[in-house]
Structure formats: structure tokens, C-alpha cells
């Protein structure tokens, strides 16, 4: 259910020439290092606290944050048509490519 609009929001954020490495670099890495943190900062937080539900904050403040950050940074994309960006690089291209002939 995440995941699907996920893909669908970051194929449009990012231009056609550098998209797979701006989706896959930052994409892992967040995944790794607060999905991977998670066990491990939630069972301290309890530990400390000895609350069973204080691991749940570590989750609800990195989603907050996102959700601020995403709202204020983050452009509107609904009218750029991605395809678009394609027929402007390949142009750019054929003309490098005349251009050293």
C-alpha cells in the first residue's frame, strides 16, 4: 500500500537522465539506515523508558518529519508529462552526435 505511490511520486520527481540513480541511492540508503535503526532505537527507547509503546516515537517522528519536509520542499507534478523529458534528451543527443560527424 506504501509502496505504490512511492514509485509512482519519485519516477516523477526526478528528470529522465539521472533518474534511476536519484531513485535508488537515496531510496536504499533512508531504507537501510531508519529501517534498519528501527529495532534497535524502538528496544532502547523501551528499555529506558520501560513503556511497551515508547518504541512506537522513533517511527511516528521520523514519518512526521517527512511529511513536513515533503509538504514544504517537495514541487507539484501532476502536470509534467515525463515522457516528454525523453523526446528532449534524445534530440539533445542526435545533435552531439551530428554535430561530431
Given amino acids: 500500500m506504501v509502496y505504490g505511490p512511492i514509485a509512482a511520486y519519485l519516477v516523477e520527481a526526478f528528470p529522465a537522465k539521472i533518474r534511476y540513480t536519484s531513485l535508488?541511492?537515496?531510496?536504499?540508503?533512508?531504507n537501510g539506515v531508519f529501517g534498519?535503526?528501527?529495532?534497535?532505537i524502538g528496544l532502547s527507547v523501551i528499555a529506558q523508558t520501560g513503556n511497551i509503546y515508547a518504541g512506537l516515537?522513533?517511527?511516528?517522528?521520523?514519518?512526521?518529519?517527512?511529511f513536513i519536509v515533503g509538504s514544504l520542499l517537495l514541487k507539484e507534478t501532476k502536470h509534467?508529462?515525463?515522457w516528454n523529458e525523453l523526446d528532449t534528451i534524445g534530440s539533445a543527443e542526435t545533435e552531439e552526435?551530428?554535430?561530431?560527424?
Fill in 24 to 30: 535508488s541511492l537515496p531510496y536504499h540508503i533512508g
Fill in 36 to 40: 534498519g535503526l528501527l529495532p534497535l
Fill in 57 to 66: 516515537y522513533y517511527p511516528i517522528i521520523v514519518a512526521g518529519i517527512t
Fill in 80 to 82: 509534467v508529462l515525463i
Fill in 97 to 101: 552526435t551530428v554535430g561530431r560527424s
